[in-house]
C-alpha cells in the first residue's frame, strides 16, 4: 500500500505546472508545435516505462470536437458499459448472447469539476482516493529515478500531460478492454494524440475555440482537430454545420492524407428522437449518434460483431443512463429546497447557444409557470468565462439566443426581465481567497486571484448588451463562496432557478461550496 495519501498526491501535482499557464506561455507566438509536443510525450511515456505497443493495447476510442467530445467520450462508455450485457450478433435479429469481450471500460476526460479523480474512471466509477495516490505516485517516483533524455527537457510533464501519463498507466495496469480518450486541446498536438493506432477516432461539432493555441481560423482549427486521424484507423465525425467553410471536407481531406481505412460522416440516427437520453439538450443527438457509430465500429473493429438494428436495445439502455454532470444539468439542492441549480460548463458562442436553447426551454427554467400553477419563481445568472475570450460577445450571445427561445415559445417574456438577477465571480473557490485543493490546478493568472478586475468587466458588459438590466440586479464578486450567499439571501423569501455557466471549473466550484456533489455527482 502506498505511503503517500490522496493530499499529498494533490500537492504534489500541484507544483506541477497548469494547463492555463501554458496556454499563457504559448500565446505570444500564436503557435503549437504539434511535432514538438507529441516528441516530449513521447519521452514521458517512455521514460515512464511505457511502450507504443503497450498505448496499442488500451483499445483507444480517441475523441476530440470544439463542443460535445466530453458528452460523445460519455455516451460512447456508457453504452460499452451496458453492451457488455448481451449484443444482437450477426444476421440473428431475434438472438440475443452474453457479450465476452468488454468488462470494465476506462474513460479519461477533462477537466474535472470537484474531484480530478474524476478524470480517470473504470466502469464509469471515478478512482477511489486510495488508489489515485498508488498510482500517482507510482508514475511520479518512475520520472524521478529515470532523467531526461533529451538535453535540456523538463524533467516533469505539465499538469495536463502527467494525469494523461497517469491514466495510460492506470488502464494497463488495471487491463481495461476499451480506452476512451477525450483530448483536452485540439488534436494534433495534444498529449492524449501518442497512440500510434486506435481503434477508431471521432470528430464532434467544430467551432471556434482556444485560437490562441490552435490558430485564428476555422480552418486551421479543423486541421488541429483531425491530427487524431490516424493511418488505416476509421475516421468519423459528425455533420458540421458552417455558414461558409465546407469543415468537412477538411477532415475529409485529412483522413485521405492519412490514410485512414474509412472517412464517415454521422448522420443523427432518426430513432433518437423518441429515446429519452440520459443528456439534456437537442444538440446531444449529434452526440449520442456519433457515440453509436464510434462504439458499433469498435465492437466491429475489435470482435467482429455487427448489427442489424440501427440501434441495439443495449445501446439505448447506456444512452439512456449517461451521466454527465455539469452539462446541462438541473439539480435540486438538497439543503434549500426553495432553489434549483441549473448546470452548463459552456465556454464557446456554439456551446453557450446550446445551453440557453436548453434553459430557455419553459419546461426547465420555470416548469411551473407554464402550468399556471405557481408564481414565477426569481431568475438568477452566474457567470464566468476565462481571461482572454470574450465576455461581451459571449454575453451578447447569451442575449440573443434569450430573444428566439422566447419567441419559439411563444413567451410574453422580455429577453431583457428573463433573468432578475446576475453574477459575475471568479472560480477562487472561497471567500478567504482559497481554492479547493483539486481546484487549485486550474487557477487562472495570481492577478486575477486578487481580485474581480474581469468580473467588472464582465458587469459592464451585461450593461452594454441589456442595456434596461438594473445596475443594482448585476453584481460582481471576487469568489464562488459569495455567489452562493448572494443566492441564499435571494432564495431566503422566493423559489429560485439559478444558472450557473460560462466555465466548467465555476460549474466544479459552485457544486463544491453549494454542498450540491451528492446530487450533482453521484458516485464520486
Not at 440475443?96 to 477537466?111: A, E, R
Not at 497517469?166 to 497512440?195: P, Q, R
Request: include cysteine.
Amino acid at each position: 500500500m502506498s505511503t503517500h495519501s490522496y493530499q499529498d498526491a494533490i500537492n504534489a501535482l500541484n507544483t506541477l505546472q497548469s494547463n492555463a499557464a501554458t496556454l499563457a506561455a504559448i500565446k505570444p507566438d500564436r503557435k503549437l508545435n504539434n511535432i514538438e509536443a507529441i516528441a516530449q510525450m513521447n519521452e514521458y511515456v517512455a521514460r515512464s516505462g511505457l511502450t507504443p505497443d503497450d498505448l496499442n493495447a488500451l483499445n483507444v476510442i480517441h475523441i476530440t470536437g470544439t463542443k460535445g467530445k466530453g458528452s460523445a467520450s460519455a455516451f460512447t462508455d456508457s453504452i460499452l458499459r451496458h453492451a457488455r450485457r448481451g449484443i444482437k450478433v450477426g444476421m440473428c435479429s431475434a438472438c440475443f448472447m452474453p457479450s465476452p469481450f468488454l468488462t470494465d471500460p476506462g474513460l479519461y476526460t477533462s477537466p474535472h469539476l470537484v474531484a480530478v479523480r474524476e478524470r480517470i474512471r473504470i466502469n464509469g466509477r471515478p478512482l477511489s482516493e486510495d488508489d489515485f495516490a498508488k498510482y500517482f505516485f507510482q508514475v511520479w517516483n518512475k520520472l524521478q529515478d529515470n532523467p531526461p533524455i533529451t538535453p535540456g527537457a523538463p524533467p516533469m510533464p505539465g499538469y495536463f500531460r502527467y494525469m494523461t501519463l497517469l491514466a495510460y498507466h492506470v488502464f494497463k495496469d488495471l487491463k481495461v478492454d476499451a480506452t476512451i480518450l477525450e483530448v483536452g486541446i485540439g488534436g494534433a498536438g495534444d498529449s492524449t494524440n501518442v497512440v500510434p493506432k486506435p481503434v477508431v477516432t471521432g470528430i464532434t461539432a467544430l467551432g471556434m475555440d482556444h485560437i490562441a493555441v490552435l490558430g485564428g481560423t476555422i480552418e486551421a482549427i479543423a486541421g488541429q482537430k483531425a491530427g487524431i486521424y490516424k493511418n488505416d484507423v476509421p475516421a468519423l465525425t459528425i455533420e458540421q454545420h458552417h455558414p461558409s467553410v465546407d469543415l468537412e471536407a477538411i477532415l475529409r481531406e485529412a483522413a485521405t492524407s492519412v490514410k485512414a481505412s474509412e472517412f464517415k460522416v454521422v448522420e443523427q440516427f432518426l430513432a433518437l428522437k423518441d429515446i429519452e437520453l440520459g443528456l439534456s439538450g437537442k444538440h446531444q443527438l449529434s452526440n449520442a449518434s456519433l457515440a453509436i457509430q464510434l462504439a458499433r465500429t469498435f465492437i466491429s473493429e475489435k470482435y467482429g460483431s455487427s448489427y442489424l438494428d440501427p440501434i441495439p436495445e443495449d445501446f439505448i439502455a447506456g444512452l439512456k443512463n449517461t451521466k454527465w454532470p455539469g452539462r446541462c444539468q438541473t439539480v435540486s439542492d438538497p439543503v434549500y429546497p426553495s432553489t434549483t441549480w441549473h448546470l452548463d460548463g459552456a465556454h464557446t458562442v456554439e456551446s453557450l447557444k446550446c445551453c440557453i436553447e436548453w434553459f430557455g426551454d419553459p419546461r426547465v427554467s420555470n416548469s411551473d409557470i407554464s402550468t399556471g400553477d405557481a408564481p414565477r419563481p426569481l431568475r438568477v445568472l452566474i457567470f464566468n468565462c476565462t481571461h482572454g475570450r470574450s465576455g461581451e460577445a459571449f454575453l451578447g450571445t447569451i442575449f440573443d439566443e434569450l430573444k428566439t427561445q422566447l419567441s419559439a415559445f411563444n413567451s410574453p417574456e422580455a429577453a431583457s426581465c428573463f433573468f432578475d438577477q446576475v453574477i459575475f465571480c471568479s472560480n477562487v473557490t472561497y471567500t478567504d481567497g482559497h481554492f479547493k485543493g483539486d481546484l487549485t490546478s486550474v487557477a487562472l493568472a495570481t492577478a486575477e486571484h486578487t481580485g474581480p478586475t474581469t468580473q467588472d468587466q464582465l458587469k459592464q458588459a451585461w450593461s452594454n448588451v441589456v442595456k434596461e438590466f438594473p445596475v443594482d440586479a448585476i453584481h460582481s464578486l471576487p469568489s464562488v463562496e459569495h455567489a452562493i450567499r448572494k443566492v441564499r439571501e435571494f432564495a431566503a423569501t422566493k423559489r429560485t432557478e439559478v444558472l450557473v455557466t460560462g466555465s466548467l471549473h465555476l460549474v466544479g466550484g459552485v457544486i463544491e461550496v453549494a454542498g450540491l456533489s451528492s446530487v450533482a455527482l453521484g458516485d464520486l
